[in-house]
């Protein structure tokens, strides 16, 4: 374990060893920003959609009694979204999709020999393949937590107003009740640390890939299993440092 660690921050010292020029990263990053971010809009949409539908119907069922106040339902759902829901689960979603096919590509790569082509005309493979990659993910993943959250709140309001289970109005006045700032800094300061993860720990599994197309699955399958253990302890981690 200590060994992997190491030679997994060896391999992010690299990314930054004999850069190519500005322009070609530049260009990458624009290709892997819309591969990674328009790609997963949809899913990321639908996901959210439902998440706020089922925190508001569980949210009101459990507290249903004569002191529960109708924007309380609004308050939570916020809440929840913004601190919680929307950059994490989201997260766990994003490193089942993004990050496992990163890693099969780079692996796939690796495995035909492609990664050793560059190496030999001299170019840093790691900082080529892998930088554009992370950057991009640190760019467009924020903005899918925005979206994320926004829509997630959105469909706990629809679902509260289709099942009456508050007003519209009190729902309304609930999100805007009590409204800090800070929280939307702090999900948005979880979403870049964990789109740093997701990229750098899947171009990871699949740039040390050897053997054959098994190979290049299991790569895949510990990408994603090593995200979601490290996104769920940064976010605990995250919580205790900033909350």
Known sequence: ??????????????????????????????????????????????????????????????????????????????DMTILELAPTITSLV????????????????????????????????????VLPKICATIWMYPLLVILSAFLSIYGGLLISSFLNLVPKQDFIVGLRMHFSLYNIFFALAKSCAFAFLIASIATYRGFYTFGGALAVGKASTQAVTHSCMAILITDYLLAQLLL
């Open 1 to 78: 374990m200590i060994h992997d660690f190491g030679k997994y921050l060896l391999f992010i010292a690299a990314l930054f060893k004999n850069r190519l020029p500005f322009k070609i990263y530049y260009q990458q990053t624009i290709i892997e920003a819309m591969r990674i971010g328009i790609h997963s809009v949809g899913l990321i949409a639908f996901i959210a959609l439902f998440m706020g539908a089922v925190t508001a119907i569980q949210t009101a069922y459990n507290l249903q009694g004569p002191l529960f106040q109708n924007f309380l339902l609004g308050l939570i759902v916020r």
């Open 94 to 129: 994003f490193a089942g999709k993004v990050g496992s096919s990163m890693a099969g590509e780079i692996g796939t790569m690796r495995i035909t020999e492609q990664i050793d082509a560059l190496e030999i005309m001299g170019i840093n493979a790691k900082s080529y393949l």
